[in-house]
């Protein structure tokens, strides 16, 4: 059906008083009439959302047991829990969140997840992309098409301001590598802005305050010499000033938590007083390639039962035969060089003990329902994942771990254990982001598959490399055609000569890096 010309009438069958406690709408298209269970809670109407998701066909998950509900829409995922006062909505490309309160909750009724219809109305239109108006006679109007909703998202909303300060304080923990700050809050933070000028990092949190009296630092140890607070109308401005090693920073929610973590990352490379020794510790001599999965670890299983693991492997023995050939300077290490199952925290450890300074961990992705449309090549660096795809690949890969004889090894890197895990890895960040972006490029002009970008995971295997690494999915071996060109072994070589070029023009830039910092 053409949402274009897609018209919805919700005929509201209550009187007019709403004296009925249970009752239904209808859904109304140019193609069809269906009902929606709908019921009046102290003189408010509301409606099942999982029914009005399944009358649109619009794709949803619900999970019964945990009251949770999540409307898929193209650039948005609408997500909804039971007996809480809050909308959330996620941009599915940059994993960037949205939290409404609503002036009541939404409940579980039989089963079904009930929301409230005025209040709803406007958050649900922003993530659909379809303008929705309540019309004469009970009616919902779903018209055209919504432009600029990405203004529309960034503009703060005051019915939605609850509380005078939601910043409440923050922590202060110094590391070897820089400073971590957790950010106290009691309402989610939906999105932030980040700038570094003259040695001032400045980060703006939107539509939360902060008390100022418990944030404000006149002294503090370390990179960061100096706090500033203040509350710019709706939003929160923090102003970090930091000494000449600040390198760079990230911000990551908590996952459980509203709280926020930043770090602030140290320089990797300083002056060293042996600098013949440093600069062979740091010599572009050894690339570790990691064919992910393998033995009775199969990997995902694609369209004519190709098995992940086969795919992974062809490509990455191609790409080591060409850096042996064209690179006599460079060793190469593979994880593995056969179909045999390698521990996810061995191959880190294979790649420490070899002296490594870029490790590729190859996989290829997948769909549960097969054939799916999905395709493409994707590129991702080691930080918690910020998107829902993201996380979801994440915790496919690191499902091999089932495998492991103890998998309760890796029970720590959780939550706030594996953000200090990624600080330690922002060291090598700025290389791994300048690899993965040249990795992108080469895809897009050298390969017949379509390049989806750089994206960030939690991914287990890439924890372990102290060195800058990048975790490849060659493609989708869901897709008919993403698995036709995995699985050849023409397609396999030309994916292995784009990694390969863009490893070569990384060499340039890694050896020019550190002459600088020599």
């Not at 850096?323 to 925290?345: A, G, P, S």
């Not at 991702?380 to 915790?395: F, K, S």
Request: with cysteine; net charge positive; charged share 25%.
């Amino acid at each position: 059906m053409n949402l274009k010309f897609l018209y919805i009438f919700l005929l509201l069958l209550i009187a007019n008083s709403f004296a009925q406690t249970s009752d239904k709408i209808f859904v109304q298209t140019d193609e069809f009439v269906k009902p929606v269970p709908a019921y009046t809670r102290e003189g408010s109407l509301y409606f099942s959302l999982k029914d009005f998701a399944e009358a649109l066909n619009i794709n949803y998950y619900y999970n019964n047991q945990n009251g949770k509900l999540e409307l898929k829409f193209d650039d948005y995922i609408f997500k909804v829990t039971a007996k809480n006062p809050y909308l959330v909505i996620i941009d599915r490309n940059s994993g960037q969140q949205w939290i409404f309160q609503l002036p009541t909750s939404s409940y579980l009724l039989k089963g079904k997840m009930f929301v409230p219809l005025k209040y709803t109305i406007q958050p649900l239109q922003k993530a659909y992309g379809k303008e929705i108006i309540f019309a004469q006679n009970n009616k919902l109007v779903i018209g055209g098409n919504i432009e600029n909703r990405g203004e529309w998202f960034t503009r703060p909303e005051k019915e939605y301001t609850t509380t005078k300060f939601n910043i409440n304080g923050i922590t202060v923990s110094e590391k070897a590598n820089g400073t971590l700050i957790r950010v106290h809050s009691n309402k989610k933070i939906p999105s932030y802005f980040s700038s570094f000028k003259d040695g001032v990092l400045t980060i703006i949190f939107r539509q939360v305050n902060a008390d100022i009296s418990k944030t404000n630092r006149s002294r503090v140890s370390g990179l960061i010499k100096k706090i500033e607070t203040r509350n710019i109308g709706p939003d929160t401005e923090f102003k970090f000033i930091v000494g000449e090693e600040y390198s760079t920073n990230d911000v990551m929610n908590v996952q459980g938590s509203n709280d926020v973590i930043i770090t602030i990352h140290n320089k990797i490379f300083t002056k060293n007083e042996n600098e013949q020794k440093t600069r062979e510790k740091w010599n572009f001599d050894v690339i570790v390639i990691d064919a992910g999965h393998g033995g009775k670890d199969p990997g995902a299983i694609g369209l004519g039962k190709v098995k992940e693991k086969d795919i992974n492997l062809g490509i990455a023995l191609k790409l080591g035969k060409l850096i042996e050939k064209n690179m006599k300077d460079v060793k190469v290490v593979y994880t593995r060089r056969t179909d045999k199952f390698v521990d996810l925290y061995k191959r880190g450890k294979i790649a420490n003990e070899h002296d490594g300074k870029l490790f590729i961990s190859i996989h290829c992705n997948s769909t549960k329902k097969k054939p799916n449309g999905a395709n493409g090549i994707e590129v991702y660096l080691l930080r918690p994942g910020r998107t829902q795809e993201a996380i979801a690949i994440a915790e496919r890969e690191n499902s091999v771990i089932e495998y492991e004889d103890n998998p309760e090894r890796y029970e720590k890197l959780t939550d706030e254990n594996f953000i200090l895990v990624s600080m330690a890895h922002s060291a090598f960040m700025k290389y791994s982001e300048r690899f993965a972006d040249l990795l992108n490029d080469q895809f897009r002009v050298k390969t017949k598959l379509k390049a989806r970008g750089v994206k960030q995971a939690g991914f287990y295997v890439l924890v372990g490399a102290s060195m800058p690494s990048v975790l490849i999915e060659t493609g989708f071996i869901s897709n008919k055609n993403d698995v036709k060109y995995l699985k050849s072994s023409a397609g396999q070589q030309q994916l292995a000569e784009a990694i390969f070029d863009a490893i070569v023009s990384y060499r340039e830039y890694y050896l020019k890096e550190m002459e600088a910092e020599l």
